[in-house]
């Protein structure tokens, strides 16, 4: 699933949830990987931070 830069989005494993900024690639046992970067708003304690991650989109979701 692609996500729209601006959209915010959930990491249901970590309950970190943030705004797409970007994206990226990332070889990973020669495999071309496209990757999401996030700009982390808040975390499942909702303390608020500023930090990107970039990670695999597959590990993200579309907050309803």
């Known amino acids: 699933m692609m996500f729209n ?3 915010y989005v959930l990491n249901p494993q970590t309950g970190q ?3 797409v900024i970007g994206y990226g690639h ?5 495999v071309y990987t ?6 982390i ?4 304690n ?6 990107v991650l970039e990670d695999r989109i597959s590990a993200w979701s579309l907050m309803s």
């Open 5 to 7: 830069i601006d959209e």
């Open 17 to 19: 949830v943030g705004k």
């Open 26 to 30: 990332e070889i990973i046992n020669n």
């Open 34 to 39: 496209i990757t999401l970067k996030v700009l």
């Open 41 to 44: 708003t808040e975390t499942d």
């Open 46 to 51: 909702y303390s608020k931070r500023l930090l």
